[in-house]
């Protein structure tokens, strides 16, 4: 059979929705948390990052929502494009400098 | 624009086998980190370096070395390759400058089959 955790989870949503990929994250004493975006044969590419000090972050067409209360991050992107497709990965901010980063979702954009 | 290089894109070893993976930044940054990612499983912190030969075990270091003998350049050692060290290997850095970011920027990976 197969291994939990082998498969990404998956959103798949159609070209012009808005979408919404969420983030549990583990110590709620993490003050710096970060979203990257990684597209097929690439690496990371950092998206938006949000400060424990504040609930909601805007950039181009993306949102952050921090939820310190349940320990919830989510990404929200606007009108989704096609060119979003990719896996999205959550991180936040351990010891000195260091990332921890969860398993990824895979975001599907369907025309 | 930060640039991050890896020294190989793909690459084939054989078991046992001493593999070396090379990580180059034009930035001038004192952090740099190796990850190895896994379906599923997200990235991985095997060692990271916050200063030219200094260095610190991450989370899955067995199996690995590391070396930082200049700044720009971070190198992870497979010192006898296994199979389960099959995997596509990341190589970050990050500077220490005064902005409150942590982002840390990534090359585009070489992926290592041992066979």
């Known amino acids: 059979g197969e291994s939990v955790g082998l498969h990404l989870p998956t959103l798949s949503v159609q070209e012009g929705d808005n979408s919404i990929i969420n983030c549990a994250y583990s110590n709620s004493a993490s003050d710096y948390f970060i979203w990257y975006k990684q597209e097929s044969g690439k690496g990371p590419q950092f998206i938006i990052d949000i400060r424990s000090n504040m609930d909601k972050r805007q950039g181009q067409r993306v949102t952050v929502l921090l939820n310190k209360t349940v320990k919830h991050l989510s990404l929200q992107i606007a009108a989704t494009q096609p060119g979003d497709s990719a896996v999205y990965f959550c991180?936040?901010?351990?010891?000195?400098?260091?990332?921890?980063f969860g398993a990824g979702t895979r975001l599907a954009v369907h025309p | 624009d930060v640039k991050v290089t890896q020294s190989s894109r793909y690459l084939v070893k054989r078991t046992g086998e001493k593999v070396f993976l090379e990580c180059v930044q034009d930035?001038?940054?004192?952090?740099m980190f190796w990850y190895r990612q896994d379906p599923g499983l997200g990235l991985r912190l095997i060692y990271f370096s916050y200063d030219v030969k200094m260095k610190e075990k991450g989370d899955i270091p067995e199996g690995y070395s590391v070396s930082r003998e200049k700044k720009e350049r971070f190198s992870l050692i497979l010192e006898s390759a296994s199979t389960n060290q099959t995997s596509m290997y990341l190589c970050?850095?990050?500077?220490?400058?005064?902005?409150?970011?942590?982002?840390?920027?990534f090359g585009p990976g070489t992926r290592l089959t041992v066979t």
């Open positions: 970050a850095s990050l500077g220490q400058g005064i902005t409150s970011s942590y982002e840390q920027y």
């Open positions: 930035m001038d940054h004192e952090n």
């Open positions: 991180a936040e901010k351990s010891g000195y400098n260091k990332l921890i």
